[in-house]
């Protein structure tokens, strides 16, 4: 059994809201300095640094998990982490044809960078990559598992894009079986009433769009398998709800 430390939810400079210094290779290379062992790039609404990113991975002993934060029709934040590149690069065709056709500003919003594995900027996506996709909170677990994937709810305590301030509790239809929170205190405070610690397994992650706020090496999954995308995929899939009359 071996314990992995990991930060499943990470920005590259692809992301509107990510710091320029963003880079695949500076992401990684970070996590590896933080002696990371997986790690998932989590833009928001697209896939498209995966490529990049899982490239840098390998050549340096971090594995890099393509994933997408996408945002819901509700506004919801959902990570959805895919089994390997081609499944995440038909999952980004599909979201691609539902997001918001609005043009990116990069002065007011930021530039999304498309990198290759040199960091080389590759071009820019022109719309927009923040606003809510047409797709719902009930649809996507599914979605996502039809490509493989495995899906959960990000930061869900937050007060912006978290599933809780938004809908009040987890909806039974969605399926989900796995949280993601940023400070378990602040779940407590607010939602502890909940009993969600109690219910679900919970991951922290950092939600870094910053290089210094990517984890460090204190969160661990307790993992026995190969080490590859699809396997941690399938672990977390894996991973039972917890019987709340314990």
């Keep these: 059994m071996s314990r992995l430390g990991y930060d499943l939810h990470i920005h590259s400079c692809l992301s509107p809201c990510g710091d320029d210094d963003m880079t695949v290779n500076n992401l990684v290379h970070m996590a590896m300095l933080k002696e990371l062992d997986v790690i998932a790039l989590s833009d928001h609404n697209t896939t498209r640094n995966a490529a990049a990113a899982v490239q840098v991975g390998e050549s340096c002993g971090v594995l ?5 934060e996408l945002t819901t029709s509700e506004e919801i934040h959902v990570i959805c982490l895919m089994p390997d590149l081609d499944s995440a690069w038909y999952f980004e065709q599909f979201v691609a044809a539902r997001r918001a ?4 500003r990069p002065e007011i919003f930021g530039h999304q960078y498309l990198l290759d594995a040199q960091d080389q900027i590759l071009g820019e996506i022109p719309e927009l990559l923040l ?3 047409g797709i719902s909170i009930v649809d996507l677990p599914h979605i996502v598992n039809h490509y493989g994937g495995f899906a959960f709810p ?11 301030p938004i809908l009040g509790d987890i909806p039974e239809e969605c ?7 940023r400070c378990r205190e602040r779940l407590r405070a607010r939602f502890g009433h909940l009993g969600l610690e109690e219910r679900y397994p919970i991951l922290t992650n950092s939600d870094a769009h910053y290089l ?7 969160h661990f999954l307790d993992y026995d398998g190969p080490l590859t995308s699809r396997g941690i995929v399938e672990y977390l899939r894996s991973l039972p709800l917890v019987d709340p009359r314990r």
């Design 175 to 181: 399926y989900f079986s796995l949280l993601e929170v």
């Design 212 to 218: 210094e706020h990517i984890s460090e090496r204190e």
């Design 64 to 68: 890099v998990i393509p994933a997408m």
């Design 101 to 104: 056709k609005i043009p990116n």
């Design 154 to 164: 990000a930061h869900i305590e937050k007060e912006a894009n978290g599933l809780l």
């Design 131 to 133: 606003p809510a996709t």
